[in-house]
């Protein structure tokens, strides 16, 4: 990700201790670091990561009120006159901070992957692979579960005109006819109670992603921490104590903007009255975007400042997967046949030879390889599978859809000449 992104800036004060006074400017952040320009010179007064800050404080004195300090190693730095308020910012800070300290836990294992061998690197892209074909086969699954409600529902309306023609029948029918009588006993018990069972499946429905955020209603001013949760059937947002804010289920979104990689807007319209909108930030939204684009792809809308993200993420993606199985070809290759350079070429000197034997797999991870190699040939088969049903699903439910619609009209002229 892009570290000069900027996710937001604010029109702030920072006193300048070399100077002993407060200079007007913008208070910035990006994905990694925290930044403060003068406004009259333009001058970079504050750079520094957010890794090296020690502490986030909400602070006051006789002489500094609602001001914000920023412990950054051993210095700290002040910010007052915070617009809008010292609350967002301070929100929004601190919640890019924890994140970032959380993800600098595992920084000691990132510097030891960057001198891994080629298959631990391997495993890492192909276990992201495997969760994000996971997570399809998530929407899939629901997605099924929907049309089969579907046929189930258009049984059942098939069922109901099938009484109605035989009661149209018995209308129908001289008043002499002896069997008119028979028409009326149609057993109408089995169907309705399979819909029972399918209504129960949405509190078995898994989570795919669950990540904090935060979250600002329409047009206030006023944030607050809370979690995002993707579900196959929608979103949910809630606050810090897991009470749920707001549900959208994916026909109550109308759509989706994507400000920034790391802030979104969720909005539902309405008639008459003002429309459900909430806009989520989170340091973990880069992960949940390529999620939501699944499962709304129609209805995703990606800004201006988002446009550069999703072309750097799409363009490589096609490159990436064929890198992926390439390079999982070659290495697998080369612990079968150890004795030959993986990606060698005739000719090539003994430096470039020994950085290719270096590159070799191990044993234990050349089996790790296929193992999730072969989870990912089931979970292909079983997508390609299910997207087949769906589409025979999806054609048996336009034919009934179809006949249903004949047979009304049949029946409605049926009526007006009884009528």
């Known amino acids: 990700m892009n570290e000069d992104i900027r ?7 920072y006193y300048l201790d070399t100077g002993k006074q407060w200079v007007s400017g913008r208070l910035s952040l990006t994905p990694g670091a925290i930044k403060f320009t ?3 010179t333009g001058e970079l007064l504050v750079d520094f990561h957010l890794s090296s800050i020690s502490e986030i404080k909400k602070e006051s004195s006789n002489l500094i ?3 914000l300090t920023i412990l950054e190693k051993n210095t700290k730095h002040w910010f007052s006159s915070l617009q809008p308020n010292r609350n967002v910012v301070f929100n929004i800070l601190e919640h890019f901070w924890r994140e970032q300290l959380l993800s600098s836990q595992g920084a000691g294992a990132e510097a030891a992957a960057l001198q891994s061998t080629k298959g631990k690197q391997l495993t890492g892209l ?8 996971e997570d399809t086969a998530k929407v899939l699954h629901y997605q099924g579960e929907q049309f089969d409600n579907i046929m189930r529902g258009l049984n059942k ?17 001289p008043s002499w006819w002896p069997f008119s009588s028979k028409l009326w006993k149609v057993p109408l018990e089995s169907k309705p109670k399979e819909t029972a069972t399918v209504s129960d499946s949405k509190n078995q429905e898994g989570i795919i992603i669950r990540i904090p955020v935060i979250i600002t209603h329409r047009t206030d001013s006023n944030v607050k ?5 993707l579900f196959a059937s929608g979103l949910e947002i809630s606050d810090c104590n897991c009470q749920v804010i707001h549900r959208f289920e994916s026909k109550e979104v109308d759509d989706i903007r994507v400000h920034t990689p790391y802030e979104i807007s969720v909005r539902q319209r ?9 806009r989520l930030l989170s340091a973990k939204m880069p992960e949940v975007i390529p999620i939501l684009e699944m499962q709304f792809s129609k209805k995703m809308q990606f800004l201006e400042d988002a446009l550069g993200f999703v072309g750097a993420r799409r363009s490589p993606q096609v490159d990436l997967g064929t890198s992926i199985w390439q390079a999982a070809t070659g290495l697998l290759g080369g612990v079968v046949q150890p004795g030959s350079p993986v990606g060698g070429k005739e000719g090539a000197d003994s430096d470039q030879v020994q950085l290719q034997k270096q590159e070799k797999i191990s044993q234990e991870e050349a089996k790790e390889l296929k193992q999730i190699l072969k989870k990912l040939k089931g979970l292909a088969l079983e997508t390609e599978a299910e997207l087949e049903r769906q589409d025979e699903a999806l054609d048996s439910i336009t034919t009934s859809v179809d006949r249903a ?9 049926r009526i007006k000449k009884l009528t």
């Open 126 to 133: 192909l276990t992201g692979s495997q969760k994000r074909l």
């Open 405 to 413: 619609t004949l047979n009304i009209d049949k029946q409605n002229r």
């Open 65 to 67: 009120f609602s001001s």
């Open 7 to 13: 996710i937001h800036s604010w029109p702030c004060s």
């Open 225 to 229: 921490p809370g979690k995002l949760t």
């Open 157 to 173: 309306i098939e069922g109901d005109m099938d009484v109605a023609d035989r009661l149209l029948t018995e209308l129908e029918s």
């Open 270 to 278: 309405f008639i008459g009255k003002p429309d459900t909108s909430y």
């Open 38 to 40: 003068a406004d009259k």
